[in-house]
């Protein structure tokens, strides 16, 4: 769900960090942020790969903000757009079938 919010917005060309993710998904019924902190262990196995995380699928990227380098916007990478597309592509012909 995360990946997908991701790419959804990124694709409307909205920025959103992984902070952002967790106040627009919002908190359940408890007040508990639906998204808690494993949302970043999660996105971090769709980022690019590294020396911590070499198996990592490359899907997303970090992208600075000119005026806060503190912000880091998750943005899709050219793998991570194919991935979504499939993605899109599957479930809409799944959908097609029922």
């Given at each position: ?49 590294t020396k911590r995380d070499p198996e990592a699928l ?41």
């Amino acid at each position: 769900m995360a990946f997908l919010t991701v790419a959804y917005l990124d694709t409307m060309g909205k920025s959103i960090t992984m902070s952002d993710l967790r106040e627009l998904v919002g908190e359940d019924n408890e007040g508990q942020p639906i998204l808690g902190n494993s949302v970043e262990r999660t996105l971090n196995s769709f980022l690019e790969p590294t020396k911590r995380d070499p198996e990592a699928l490359g899907w997303l990227t970090h992208e600075n903000d000119a005026d806060d380098r503190r912000r880091k916007y998750l943005r899709l990478t050219l793998e991570g757009q194919e991935a979504a597309t499939r993605f899109i592509e599957a479930y809409q012909g799944r959908a097609l079938k029922e």
